[in-house]
């Protein structure tokens, strides 16, 4: 394990219909693995088999700190048509510590790259959204360039994904793409987030399908927000706090 990584904001539980470990399991073990923070974002209601909006408005009481490190409440929300509209009210979303949304097929159909760009770009404008969830899927092609800079415009992560990078996943045959993101995140100075997307505890806080194309772009630890809790906390509050002071739902 890579010590130098201390968070891991896009994990799963049992709650999310097909991932197979609890809260306490992935904490435990991201403890374990020497991680000072870990962020629960299961997958929102229109994904099959997954959560109703009673999970989300529940998940205050699970504690701050557990294991000995910090645990976030979020969510991964599915991106459910080119507007960009997402599937959790406004005011549930408000009351999550950060958002991930992703494009995933039970909940829209793939596009074109003109369309998932702009599709995407509809995403990163909304101020609920913190992270957009294992962007480059070959499903949804992108405008790199464009997207990295509405989202560095927009005070938006975009995510690396550990298991996008897996060539037995659903979203394998991106890798070149997700190359092309980093280092396109490098030249516009955006950091990027790394995301295990465990669907089970012992993938929770795993990267390594990721360290070679970081290796690859020589992208600096400054530009990848895992390195530092404190970061990542001042990152997502841009928008959270824009948020908080807007208009209510
Ligand atoms: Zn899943
Ligand atoms: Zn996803």
Redesign the pocket.
């Known amino acids: 394990m890579n010590r130098r990584f201390k968070l891991d904001v896009h994990t799963h539980t049992v709650a999310s219909g097909h991932a197979y470990s609890t809260v306490d399991e992935n904490v435990r073990y991201a403890s374990e693995q020497g991680f000072e923070l870990v962020g629960i974002s299961d997958?929102a209601p229109k994904m099959p088999g997954g959560t109703h909006n009673f999970y989300f408005l529940n998940l205050r009481i699970i504690p701050e700190s557990l294991h000995g490190i910090r645990v976030l409440k979020g969510a991964?929300l599915n991106i459910m048509d080119q507007s960009g509209r997402l599937d959790l009210k406004k005011g549930l979303i408000k009351r999550l510590d950060y958002a991930v949304a992703?494009l995933?097929v039970p909940c829209i159909a793939p596009m074109d790259k003109d369309e998932s760009t702009q599709t995407v770009i509809n995403v990163i404008n909304n101020p609920l959204v913190n992270i957009i969830?294992?962007p480059c899927d070959p499903r949804y092609p992108l405008d790199i360039p464009t997207v990295v800079k509405a989202a560095r415009d927009n005070n938006t992560l975009l995510e690396i994904n550990n298991s996008s990078l897996d060539p037995k996943g659903s979203r394998a045959g991106g890798d070149k793409e997700i190359l092309e993101l980093i280092k396109e995140c490098k030249r516009q100075g955006l950091p990027i987030i790394l995301g295990s997307?465990a669907h089970f505890y012992t993938k929770v806080g795993c990267f390594d399908n990721i360290i070679p194309l970081l290796e690859e772009a020589a992208m600096p630890d400054e530009l990848i927000i895992n390195t530092s809790v404190k970061a990542f906390l001042d990152f997502i509050s841009i928008k959270n706090k824009l948020l908080r002071t807007a208009e209510t739902d």
């Open positions: 997958h991964e992703s995933h969830g294992h997307d």
